[in-house]
């Protein structure tokens, strides 16, 4: 915290509920009228507005897709329609996560169809275009994530990320929208779909926040309506997917039986029985997914209160989540709060990247990448389908297309060719083939996943330690990543049959299916666990001995005590769906028009002092009492924060008017 006290702190604190001379920090004091810890258990059930159609948009690092299901027949999910382009090897049921903008910065595709015009376009030209992929990340990985972040083009430019993630959703309501006209026969009304946008349970409140902003700036939704569209955290869509599934919908790492057709050393796909195969195709085709609206079978061996683990293996992260079922609704609970890391797919790609920089020097790459960024693009398209062919017993080298223009310009830069540089690189397991390929020993590929693969079973490892962990009868592996055959024998071989691993069939589609089913029962997951500890910073009476003398504050002869934390929730405390913490706060003057209160958040379970290391001023919560002045002596502002949803939200009513009190909580603006 700046103990600067800048000119809009001093604005801030000027209008702030009881200032203190806690001023000096940087941070107005207040005081609570009720300290106390109160919850209401009255579960508060909003009025579910109508809608005709759910339609959830997985975002994902590396691709995204969307799927929906009438609100009449919740049993059929629809997954989107084909897309033009595609890549060989890889199922295009999703698109990949590229967007290109004109030179003049305007959207102008998105998917396979940015990637192929990107990549016809004249060298020349495409400096001059803003190509994007793999943005996500970054909102993830930014600090101080805030309206403003940029992201980098492939030709070096910066642009605003919230254009572009803003670019990508209409894109997305474009396509989802025409193919509902198409099949309603008519004009499809946005007022009529509730939005679901995917999101990691990892992610913290800015990012999500983000998303939010990026779907109103999209017009997605509309500021006004903020219902209509629900975040959904991935590790979750896919825990209620799993439910439904029946035993021809998955595979069983842990028998080491054939079971559906597979035999567990087989990657999913090879070793499937005629029917098994029949049906996937049947289903690839149709693009309509039925699920039981009952539980599905393999739930039907769950018992009240087992428990199970799901992780979601995408591109940029992996996401852990545990559940527990309570029946007979088959209802979820969260047992521990949501983990990971950035552990996903795309650490394989910049393993490589560090290969090639190894082999030929890290100052071409970097010009390489700027000069000719279209054919970077195409090395990356060429790796990944070598990527996905890597397993744990394979004998034959992989091949990866060198693109002429790398040869080319190698060669002028360097002035001697690649396959000099590779023969000077001592790289051993990499070769120089006579058609233009880089050739890989299978040892070689499954190298370049060992970094990534390590960090996911360390973090198993250290979660399957933790006691609310204990006997997990089931770990569902989803995501894109999850089809690794390497990634599943490492998982097999740390749980040692422990647990049983289950693989959804198409397990690059169970967070969109997921995410649908819970954009039609939001109310399923029941209880979750804050993933930090939220509160505010408040000045309490001084008590001698209990608190430490340099926080003491003598106000009209009132000892304080500054700084103290007043805890909203902790992490890793279970809240209930619906569950509220209750606050109230007096405006410092009758005529103040805004109370603006700082939150703090710590990964710690317990603080004590705002000013404790780790604790961090993470947002605001605005409550905007114009219009509410009342002749009451003293007004009384009572706050309603509800943390038990996957974002938080606040409420606040006058209690001598009993009107209502705009509360927002902005965690994006610092």
Not at 319 to 336: A, C, F, S, W
Not at 571 to 583: I, T
């Amino acid at each position: 915290m700046s103990g600067k006290d800048t000119a809009t702190d001093k604005l801030i604190s000027d209008a702030m509920a009881n200032p203190s001379p806690a001023k000096s920090m940087g941070d107005p004091g207040i005081t609570p009228l009720s300290p106390s810890h109160n919850q209401s258990d009255t579960d508060q059930v909003q009025s579910q507005p109508s809608f005709v159609v759910v339609v959830a948009i997985d975002f994902g690092t590396t691709s995204s897709g969307y799927a929906y299901a009438f609100t009449k027949e919740p049993e059929c999910i629809h997954t989107m329609r084909r897309w033009e382009g595609g890549d060989p090897g890889v199922s295009n049921q999703k698109t990949p996560t590229t967007i290109l903008l004109t030179p003049d910065r305007k959207f102008h595709s998105f998917g396979y169809a940015a990637r192929d015009f990107y990549h016809d376009l004249d060298p020349s030209e495409s400096k001059q275009w803003l190509y994007l992929e793999k943005f996500k990340m970054k909102l993830h990985t930014t600090a101080n994530l805030s309206i403003d972040t940029d992201l980098h083009a492939a030709n070096g430019k910066r642009v605003k990320a919230l254009d572009i993630f803003a670019y990508a959703l209409a894109f997305f309501k474009e396509q989802a929208l025409k193919e509902l006209s198409d099949q309603t026969g008519g004009e499809f009304d946005n007022n009529d779909v509730r939005w679901v946008i995917t999101v990691p349970a990892i992610w913290k409140m800015p990012a999500k926040q983000f998303m939010r902003e990026a779907a109103y700036k999209s017009g997605l939704v509309s500021r006004d309506n903020p219902e209509q569209l629900i975040i959904a955290l991935e590790p979750e869509a896919a825990s209620i997917y799993c439910r439904k599934l029946r035993l021809h919908q998955m595979m069983d790492l842990g028998t080491q039986t054939t079971q559906n057709g597979f035999s567990p050393t087989d990657n999913v796909g090879s070793g499937m029985s005629q029917a098994a195969k029949e049906h996937v195709r049947r289903n690839r085709q149709s693009r309509t997914f039925l699920v039981e609206n009952v539980i599905g079978e393999l739930w039907s061996e769950l018992e009240e209160g087992d428990r199970y683990v799901v992780v979601d293996c995408g591109g940029g992260t992996v996401d852990l989540t545990v559940h527990q079922i309570r029946l007979p609704e088959g209802h979820l609970k969260e047992l521990y709060k949501a983990s990971g890391g950035p552990y996903g797919s795309i650490g394989i790609d910049y393993e490589f990247e560090k290969l090639l920089c190894k082999i030929f020097g890290q100052d071409f790459i970097d010009q390489f990448k700027i000069k000719r960024p279209a054919a970077w693009v195409d090395l990356m398209i060429a790796f990944e389908s070598r990527k996905r062919a890597a397993a744990p017993d394979r004998t034959n080298p992989l091949n990866i297309n060198l693109p002429f223009s790398f040869i080319d310009y190698y060669k002028k830069f360097r002035g001697h060719s690649v396959e000099h540089a590779l023969r000077k690189s001592n790289v051993d397991f990499v070769k120089w083939s006579s058609q233009g390929m880089l050739r890989m020993s299978p040892d070689a590929m499954n190298s370049l996943f060992k970094p990534t693969i390590q960090h996911i079973i360390q973090h198993l490892t250290e979660l399957f330690d933790k006691p609310e962990v204990s006997d997990i009868k089931f770990l569902f592996l989803v995501g894109g990543f999850a089809e690794s055959a390497l990634l599943q024998q490492a998982v097999q071989n740390m749980l040692q049959g422990r647990s049983r691993i289950i693989i959804p069939h198409d397990v690059g589609l169970t967070i969109l299916k997921g995410a649908v089913l819970f954009g039609l029962d939001p109310s399923v997951i029941k209880v979750r666990r804050s993933p930090l500890t939220y509160g505010v910073g408040v000045l309490n009476r001084f008590v001698e001995g209990k608190h430490p003398p340099e926080k003491l504050l003598v106000k009209d002869g009132t000892r304080w005590c500054t700084d103290v934390f007043d805890t909203f929730i902790a992490a890793d405390q279970s809240v209930a769906l619906g569950e509220m913490v209750k606050r109230s706060y007096t405006p410092a003057k009758p005529s103040q028009q805004v109370i603006v209160i700082h939150v703090y958040c710590s990964e710690k379970e317990s603080v004590a002092f705002i000013s404790e290391p780790g604790v961090k001023k993470c947002g605001t919560l605005r409550l905007d009492v114009s219009g509410t002045e009342s002749t009451a002596p003293r007004r009384e502002i009572q706050t309603l924060m509800q943390f038990g949803d996957t974002e938080i939200r606040a409420m606040a009513v006058d209690v001598s008017t009993g009107r209502t009190v705009k509360a927002s909580i902005d965690f994006l603006s610092h």
